[in-house]
Nanobody, 125 residues
Framework: QVQLVESGGGTVQAGGSLVLSCAASGRTIAESAMGWFRQAPGEEREFVACISRSGGSTYYSDSGRFTISRDKAKNTVYLRMNHLKPEDTAVYYC????????????????????WGQGTQVTVSS
């Protein structure tokens, strides 16, 4: 099992940027594909980004504004969000998928085994 703790959320003005961090413990994230999801009140949990085990592949719901990365030494995953919009407001969750391959195409929440508690991102207009 991987324990995940998100941080970096907060309130930002529309057009601004935020970098979210996901610190892992208990197991190296090198064994997992890592994903970011978000959920707004009354809405379904939505895929944001995924990075493969090796870090060599990434996949996004909005590749023009978001960038996912991983730091092996710090056992941490990041999500950089640029040009933020009010509709980006949500709780953002980090998740780990225990997989054997090196795909980044994990877009369904049910495919992920471990989840953080989430961090709130609020984008003001």
């Amino acid at each position: 099992q991987v324990q995940l703790v998100e941080s970096g959320g907060g309130t930002v003005q529309a057009g601004g940027s935020l970098v979210l961090s996901c610190a892992a413990s208990g197991r190296t994230i090198a064994e997992s594909a890592m994903g970011w999801f978000r959920q707004a009140p009354g809405e379904e949990r939505e895929f944001v980004a995924c990075i493969s085990r090796s870090g060599g592949s990434t996949y996004y719901s909005d590749s023009g504004r978001f960038t996912i990365s991983r730091d092996k030494a710090k056992n941490t995953v990041y999500l950089r969000m640029n040009h933020l919009k009010p509709e980006d407001t949500a709780v953002y969750y980090c998740a780990a998928a225990h997989v054997l391959g090196d795909s980044a195409y994990y877009t369904e929440a049910r495919w992920f085994n471990d989840w953080g508690q989430g961090t709130q991102v609020t984008v003001s207009s």
